[in-house]
């Protein structure tokens, strides 16, 4: 899929089929949360990025869901496909923004999404304590974000006479096998899912000059039906 029709696809998306929530409202909600992490951890920064990038885990494997309902969206063919499809329509769709996807690595496996905007960061300033600048990464719970979806993408595969013939994007539960009129055509449901680390290596809060999120492809995880003991 080309990053013109990704872009074109999260657009459409953002304005037809998502309930609209006030961006100051969201900026807020998740600056509270840092806040209180921070105190429940008596500022252990490096304990509230681990805590943020857990909570953005789970719900990243339940967010998954409404993104696929929401974008209609089938299976991507590559790791670059992948990236155009976080970028232009994962982000366009939850906040309204679309970062740039760039500095690819030459096996394809790492790339860097760079943040031009940060809804989550709006008006929002580090404790100036000596640590929080150096150790904190406030936008964490994203990274935790994207590990959990992408984990849990499952696809709905038909193999006639052990041909792959099509491929198509289903809920992660749907984990079951499908009767076929056709004698000759076996169906079944597989999972293919992408095990990946996303962090933060730069973020304008800490004083640098872009917020860049680093994510890598560390492997893929197939796993299918077993044959019938029939």
């Known amino acids: 899929m080309s990053s013109a029709k990704a872009a074109r696809i999260g657009e459409e ?4 089929r998502v309930d609209k929530v006030n961006a100051e409202l969201v900026t807020l909600t998740y600056g509270t949360i840092v ?21 953005g885990y789970n719900i990243g494997v339940r967010l998954i869901d409404d993104f696929l309902a929401k974008s209609n969206m089938g299976r991507c063919g590559s790791f670059r496909e992948t990236a155009e499809m976080i970028s232009k329509v994962g982000f366009k769709i939850f906040l309204n923004i679309t970062p740039t996807v760039t500095n690819w690595t030459t096996d394809n496996k790492q790339f860097s999404l760079i943040f031009e905007e940060n809804p989550l960061a709006d008006f929002v300033e580090l404790p100036d304590d000596g640590h929080a600048q150096d150790e904190l990464w406030y936008s964490s719970i994203l990274c935790g974000i994207l590990r959990g979806a992408l984990e849990m993408v499952s696809a709905m595969a038909f193999i006639p006479n052990g041909a792959h013939v099509g491929c198509q994007v289903f809920d992660r539960l749907s984990l079951v096998r499908v009767p076929s009129a056709d004698a000759h055509l076996a169906a079944f449901f597989g999972q293919v899912q992408m095990q990946v680390e996303a962090h933060f290596i730069g973020d304008v809060l800490r004083g640098n000059d872009l917020t860049e999120m680093r994510i890598s492809l560390l492997r893929y995880i197939e796993d299918e039906m077993p044959p019938d003991d029939e």
């Open 13 to 16: 998306t953002w304005k037809n």
């Open 35 to 55: 806040a209180q992490l921070c105190k429940d951890y008596e500022f252990d920064y490096p304990e509230v990025n681990k805590q943020l990038d857990k909570m």
